[in-house]
């Protein structure tokens, strides 16, 4: 999209999310705490108990419909003001699309959406926070959610690739980058394109030169938009 504007590509993870009161993998704790991820985010658990993958993104979507966008997705949507602004997050919620980001990339699929299990290019909106067994697709087939489980390939990952090369500017926030392939993304952004880093703790991006906010999301954008003004 030409706009004149410069491009920024913001790449977010769970730690914007958590502020708004969702919950990560890491921290899930309540009745999930007795399961290992991978009993219900990956292909081999949805064969085993489909039933108790539904049950666990239900509780997490049910979540979800109470949760709320923080700053920290207000001041990323207000980017949009001033720069040509893409959002290429790892979170399933769609928090980024109610502060008012219009252009948001989910990496790892999102939670009010189903799909087929037998076609994967039918997606469906949820309207509600349950999706159960018997509740087919058109072709018949189960639906299942529409995430992208462990050891499942990222489709969405080349387009990731191609929004980040085109950035002036990147900005990453909430996410450690130890999930790959998205930690790889910044890898791809331009030599010559400034590197924000939102986040308390050291989010790993090699020798690569970072301008690091060591704060959380919603402070951390509040600095970040005066380091930005130079930039308009």
């Not at 914007?16 to 999930?32: H, V």
Request: charged share 30%; hydrophobic share 40%.
């Amino acid at each position: 999209m030409k706009t004149g504007k410069k491009r920024v590509v913001v790449l977010s993870g769970a730690g914007i999310s958590q502020e708004s009161g969702l919950k990560t993998f890491r921290d899930m704790g309540g009745i999930w705490e007795e399961y290992d991820v991978t009993e219900v985010a990956s292909p081999e658990a949805w064969r085993r108990h489909p039933e108790v993958v539904l049950r666990f993104y239900n509780e997490r979507r049910r979540q979800l419909l109470e949760a709320r966008p923080n700053d920290a997705h207000r001041a990323i949507a207000r980017l949009e003001e001033w720069f040509d602004v893409e959002v290429i997050t790892q979170n399933v919620d769609d928090l980024h699309e109610q502060a008012g980001s219009t252009r948001v990339l989910h990496l790892h699929g999102e939670l009010r959406k189903a799909r087929s299990t037998a076609d994967p290019s039918l997606v469906y909106p949820l309207k509600g926070w349950e999706l159960n067994m018997g509740d087919l697709c058109d072709r018949g087939s189960q639906l299942r959610p529409h995430i992208v489980w462990f050891g499942e390939p990222v489709p969405l990952m080349e387009e990731a690739i191609r929004r980040v090369a085109e950035a002036r500017i990147m900005v990453v926030i909430g996410t450690s980058l130890s999930v790959y392939p998205a930690a790889s993304l910044v890898g791809y952004a331009p030599p010559e394109c400034p590197l924000f880093v939102i986040d308390p703790g050291e989010p790993a991006t090699g020798e690569r030169q970072v301008i690091r906010i060591r704060k959380k999301a919603s402070e951390g954008c509040r600095d970040l938009l005066h380091l930005l003004e130079k930039y308009i």
